[in-house]
């Protein structure tokens, strides 16, 4: 029985006819949306004997194996001896502008069909009608006649080099399966929870469900995690693994997993999408006329081909692969995802509707998704599902378009217009509506509409119009259960935002779409919390916490009631001061004082610096570069000869996803409770979830804020050998919400005065 590899016809056209250039932009989730409403009006227009959406599919032999091609034609009519297709591709453009050849890949997809259909149904002739339309109903159609023959030598030379390809890809997919079933767990045992961990995510993707895990530091997640996923790919449960992470810390402990796996004999492409910012080859991301992007679908393939030889497809690998064939590295590894086993990147290329990989996300697929760090995600969603337009930037950007282009230039003048939505009294109040802003919403779309019309030369202009035609797409999925209209005044002018505060039912709807999905993290307390944040609270999902692999008495918790809420922090510096000096001095080390703000972190740590110049200390700065960064983590050496204590915030780049294990980091004075700060939003979701009856103040501050704490606390014990101390400063840690929801392997002790601290400090590390 020969192989039958399969291909639908819209990949065959898009296969068989890639060239060109790379554009920035490109369609949106919802224009596909107005795109199949367009579809249905035509349809509905047809004689009653043609056949709207026929499902077509011929398997053709191609040197000894089978090439099935399938689709659905959006039209066609069946007669005696002829056929007629008809294909309708919905644009934003006038359709009146669009030239009978323009885009060759629509031609191909109607040929496609028609040779189809003459196979299927013997016709030895096919009339092609390709329409363009546009949502308003203006359309544009051109007609074309072949005979049988030319259509079916059209469709062989379309379908031989893809087969070709295809049998390259399928190749290693069989090799991948293959060694899939014999795969070992890459370590001689499990520890603590590894197993269960593995398990439970197989069992997710078995049943295409959800998994949420709490599993402490030192489990090993990303090993366990991962090898579940690979077992259930091995079923065929799944068809792609994706690893989703908020840092690139995580990136790499997944690549690492991998090649672990590798050295056993897993046969796996992996590939590691990597912000467009972060792999840009030019100095400054600009998209428009750039030499990787010009000619990009000419020069792609081989490049395509060669990488189906590299098994680990990380940053450095696709960008010599890029520089090698003058591609840009970032829409290379998008298009190498398409191939890839596991697919490592950001939330974003999952959940954000404006990035999210089409392929996997926009429809039902057999995806299996990890989800690292998952605490992350809630806030994330939030943030991917608004839209937010300012004023005070869009005339900042008209001044600047007029002093380019003239005030009178079709962008200023679309600008000019759009801008009195924009604006409001002085002193105007913010505000939260349950209702859209209909009038700005209009606006706002018809300065998308023109002004993505007129293609402008400026990056931060055409920013803008992205970012006003997400702000109308956000406005097609508001819902009061989700949404809130923020106008948030500043110096006269508004920034307008749709604000999801709730994202949990989108997050659910995406979750629903995939093959199964694992969410984990060492901080998911309560877990019924953020089970319901998450989405993974239905019938098919499962909740699973591990207890800590470490033995509990290498950690040392103390905990002081020092008065640190923001009324009492100008008078308690000295002791705050006092507390981290105490624990530098009992046991030389590194260690970390973690505040909740810069703010409060500056204030403190010039104080010490005055009160101890002779003790080595660091702060975090903001706005800190990559390198700035890793010398950062540089200073906290193996085997310190004198303590160094780093000020950093909680919740930043410093306090969570920084791996410093052994003596590395011996410590962390955790001071407050790590409450977000307050602010309008924060204040609307409290108020917006009490309405609910959802626990307004637990969900908007106490249980971000200990999320912050714990994850801080983490770093300190990162395997079985190390020892260390946290100090949490506080007097809120003695109310019983809060002792409810530290770990509860910590062994919390209580200490009045900083003497009992400095020998408590010392009874411990001796
Ligand atoms: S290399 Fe940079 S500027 Fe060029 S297309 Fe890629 S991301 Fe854009």
């Known amino acids: 029985m020969p192989k039958i590899h399969s291909v639908s016809v819209r990949a065959l056209a898009e296969f068989a006819t890639e060239k060109g250039s790379l554009f ?8 596909m949306k107005e795109g199949v409403r367009g579809h249905r009006a035509l349809q509905e227009l047809l004689p009653f004997n043609w056949q709207p959406e026929l499902p077509v599919s011929r398997d053709l032999e191609i040197d000894g194996q089978i090439l099935r091609v399938h689709g659905r034609a959006d039209a066609a009519f069946i007669g005696d001896g002829l056929v007629c297709v008809l294909e309708i591709k919905t644009t934003v453009k006038n359709p009146s502008v669009i030239l009978k050849y323009d885009y ?53 030379g379309y379908a031989r080099p893809f087969m070709d390809w295809i049998v390259a890809v399928d190749a290693g997919r069989e090799k991948t399966e293959l060694t899939l079933q014999t795969l070992p767990f890459p370590y ?26 709490e599993a402490p530091t030192g489990i090993g997640k990303t090993a366990a995690s991962l090898y579940g996923a690979l077992k259930a790919l091995g079923k065929g449960c799944v068809t792609a693994i994706f690893y989703l992470t908020a840092r690139t810390t995580g990136r790499r402990a997944a690549e690492d997993a991998l090649d672990r796996m590798r050295k056993t004999g897993l046969s796996l492409r992996s590939v590691t999408i990597t912000a467009k910012e972060k792999c840009c080859l030019l100095e400054k991301v600009d998209c428009m006329g750039c030499p990787h992007a010009i000619g990009y679908y000419d020069r792609r393939r081989p490049a395509l081909r060669e990488a189906l030889a590299i098994q680990r497809l990380d940053a450095d690998a696709i960008r010599e692969l890029a520089v090698d064939h003058e ?6 590894s998008l298009d190498l995802s398409e191939t890839a086993d596991v697919i490592i990147c950001d939330y974003n290329y999952a959940f954000d509707p404006r ?77 939260a509506n ?20 007129l293609q402008s030369a400026e990056p931060e202009v055409r920013d803008f119009i992205f970012e006003a035609q997400w702000f109308v797409n956000v406005s097609k999925r508001f819902d009061t259960d989700s949404y809130r209209a923020l106008l948030l005044p500043r110096d006269g002018f508004l920034t307008a935002r749709l604000w999801c505060y709730d994202p949990s039912k989108h997050l659910k709807r995406a979750l629903e779409r995939v093959g199964g999905a694992a969410l984990f993290s060492a901080t998911l307390a ?55 000096h105490a624990m530098t001095g009992a046991h030389v080390g590194n260690y970390l004082a973690c505040f ?64 410093l294990p052994g003596d590395r980091l011996s410590g962390a004075a955790i001071v407050s409770t790590g409450m977000p700060q307050i602010s309008f939003e924060r204040e609307k979701l409290r108020e917006l979830l009490d309405d609910a009856d959802e626990g307004g103040m637990d969900a908007a501050y106490t249980y971000p804020g200990l999320r912050r704490v714990l994850q801080a606390a983490g770093r300190v014990i990162r395997t079985e050998t190390d020892r260390g101390v946290v100090v949490l400063m506080d007097t809120r840690y003695r109310q019983p919400n809060y002792r409810a929801l530290l770990p509860e392997h910590w062994e919390v002790r209580d200490v009045k005065k900083l003497s009992g601290l400095k020998e408590a400090l010392e009874r411990f590390w001796q």
Not at 369 to 374: C, P
């Open 327 to 332: 591609l840009c590295p970032f829409e290379l």
């Open 188 to 213: 001689d045992t499990y520890r603590e929870g590894q197993r269960e961990m593995a398990q439970a995510v197989f069992r997710a993707m078995k049943r295409s469900g959800g998994a949420l895990i």
């Open 355 to 431: 990035v999210r990989l089409k392929r996997y996300f926009d429809a039902k697929s057999k995806a299996g998704l990890l989800v690292d760090e998952a605490h992350n995600l809630s806030d994330r969603a939030r943030e991917m599902l608004s839209a937010s337009l300012s004023g005070w930037r869009l005339d900042i950007l008209r001044k600047q378009v007029e002093r380019t282009e003239g005030a009178d230039s079709p962008m200023a003048r679309l600008m000019e217009e759009l801008l009195p939505h924009l604006k409001c009294d002085a002193d105007a109040e913010p505000e």
């Open 526 to 580: 309560p877990m019924y919390f953020y089970a319901q944040q998450l989405g993974v609270d239905g019938d098919n999902d499962e909740s699973l916490r591990l207890e800590s692999p470490f033995p509990r008495e290498n950690l040392g918790v103390y905990r002081l009631a020092v008065p640190v809420s923001l009324r009492e922090r100008e008078r308690t510096v000295h002791a705050v001061a006092q507390v981290i």
């Open 24 to 31: 920035p932009g490109g369609g949106s989730y919802a224009r």
């Open 434 to 453: 349950s209702d859209l802003p209909k009038a700005l919403v209009e606006a706002v779309k018809r300065f998308a509409e023109a002004a993505g019309e």
């Open 104 to 156: 060759p890949a629509h031609w191909a997809q109607a040929e496609i069909y028609a040779a189809l259909l003459c196979l299927n149904h013997n016709a030895a002739a096919a009339q092609v009608k390709l329409t363009y339309a546009r949502v308003d109903g203006k359309t544009n159609s051109f007609t074309e006649d072949y005979d049988a023959d030319t259509l079916i030598r059209l469709l062989m």
């Open 596 to 659: 909740p703000s810069y703010a409060y972190m500056t204030q403190v740590f010039r104080y010490y610096r005055g009160l101890y110049p002779g003790d080595a200390a660091v702060c975090q700065q903001q706005h800190m570069t990559e390198v700035q960064r890793m010398g950062f983590i540089d200073r906290f050496m193996p085997a310190p000869e004198r303590s160094l204590v780093a000020f950093i915030v909680l919740g930043g780049v410093f306090a969570e996803g920084v791996d």
